[in-house]
């Protein structure tokens, strides 16, 4: 970030910056996946009280805990394989940590693994059991390929 001469707040809340728009010469670098969920949350008035349930611990991950924390939520567990990144987010943002998601009831499921992305070895795999996706209020497949995965159709027969 040494070369920029802004960074938007969306990047400086993760420390992380994803795009970079030239204004005129001016360099301003900005996390877009940051923007992108918590223009989800807003625009979908996600209560802030319902509990939260993240599976994953990457750097998309990151983007999403933030910006589920900066919504105002407090009761949110991630559910991540590696213990030291997994351990490490919670700690940062205030939450829970746990190996995997199973055994929690939560109104709001987001899956930022690569479970369900097409052309690797979890294509097709869901991310949450079927009782936890029918559980839930809201599921958040963050999968960039294919544009339609594993979940949707469990999570859109579940409503």
Same mark, same amino acid.
């Given at each position: ?57 990457? =750097?998309? *991950?990151? %983007?999403?805990?933030?910006? @589920? ?7 949110? &567990?991630? #559910? +991540?394989?590696?213990?030291?990144? =997994?351990? *490490?987010? %919670?700690?940062?943002?205030? @939450? ?7 055994? &929690?009831? #939560? +109104? ?52």
């Amino acid at each position: 970030m040494p070369f920029l001469d802004a960074i938007d707040p969306s990047a400086k809340v993760i420390d992380s910056v994803n795009t970079i728009v030239n204004d005129s010469g001016r360099l301003t670098g900005l996390n877009t996946d940051y923007i992108a969920v918590k223009s989800l949350i807003d625009s979908h008035s996600l209560a802030p009280t319902a509990k939260v349930m993240i599976q994953g611990s990457g =750097g998309m *991950a990151k %983007a999403v805990i933030a910006a @589920f924390r900066d919504a105002g939520f407090r009761d949110v &567990i991630i #559910a +991540a394989r590696n213990r030291d990144s =997994g351990l *490490a987010l %919670a700690k940062q943002y205030g @939450f829970q940590w746990q190996p995997q998601p199973e055994g &929690i009831a #939560a +109104a709001i499921l987001v899956n930022v693994t690569p479970l369900g992305m097409a052309g690797g070895e979890y294509a097709g795999t869901l991310a949450f059991s079927q009782s936890m996706v029918e559980g839930a209020d809201v599921v958040f497949d963050v999968v960039a390929l294919p544009p339609e995965d594993a979940a949707d159709p469990p999570g859109a027969a579940a409503g």
